[in-house]
């Protein structure tokens, strides 16, 4: 890994917590390499502020929180949601420079999202879609995991759904991943990943799941369209339908998926430091939306598949640091990886302060 050049862009909104981690209790949490505690409010919005006292620098979180007020736990000072300094023991004047870093923050499809950078550019309309987590017409809950690897891993991982076939070949695995064709495409900040799997059995987890909802046994038409937005968040549509009943879309028109059952693999990957990530997922479906059951047990279920993709991810960043200099040479596979990976050096670039201009000296 490289220690001068940042592997993350500042300027971005990550995912720092779901939405009911964050409540009365301080909650502390590494996002971007920087240190943060999280609260809610009285008024239920969540507050980010930088968790180091201005004071000595003891962590806030270790401090208590009376109304919007949070006390360090050490000499008492007083800090208000907005990290400004209110009350300091013993004196009257509050030094005008008593204040930590409040961070801004959007809650949103059950997320709680950071900016860490620049407070000036933190549009919420950027904040990435991922309305299927709390959408009335998709059902489905996921979970945290925090990966010790480069976040840019676990977005390789999901960029290439072959290694379902290798890594998870007992649940969404099977040869037709591995050998179908793909199409990759590729926007400003987003890059697409597609492919169809016509007229094929399904592997064991959506054979249950097409059972389940329509009763249905048989050959099925499968997809996967992975999307990624930078720098660090893939939407996964996955589904199969069955096969010969229009799901694929043709001539450029969206295929009827009426005969099929859709599920989106919702992740978002915030760096906490350049070797590991904080690994949000989740997995809604557009079927069976009442069975709180059903939910419980994907959300289990595929919560052991992740376990497969954690066990390599961890492996493959031990590896890597083994081998500092070794040159990874890409694949047809890869084509959605270094993709996002070029999207997410771009964003990155633009934070880089410009190179220095060397004066001309002319001669005397
Ligand atoms: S370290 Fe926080 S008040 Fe002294
Ligand atoms: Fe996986």
Known sequence: MNATKSTFPLNAWYAAAYDVEVGRKLLARTICKQKIVMFRRTDGQVAALEDACWHRLLPLSMGTLEGDELTCGYHGLVYNAQGRCTHMPSQETLNPSACVRAFPVVEKHRFIWIWPGDPAKADPALVPDMHWNDDPDWAGDGKLIT??????????????????????GSSIGQRAVAEAPFVATHGDRTATVTRWMENIDAPPFWAGQIEHARGYRGKVDRWQIIRFEAPCTVNIDVGVAEAGSGAPPEDGRPGDRSKGVNGFVLNTVTPETDGSCHYFWAFARNYCLGEQRLTHQLREGVAGIFREDELV???????????PDHKFYNLNIDAGSMWARRLIDRMIAQEAPPAPVIPIRLAA
């Open 147 to 168: 990966v010790k690897c480069d976040y840019r891993l676990v977005v390789d991982n999901l960029m290439d759904l072959t290694h379902e076939t290798f890594v998870h």
């Open 313 to 323: 991810l961890e492996a493959q960043q031990i590896a890597i640091d083994e081998h």
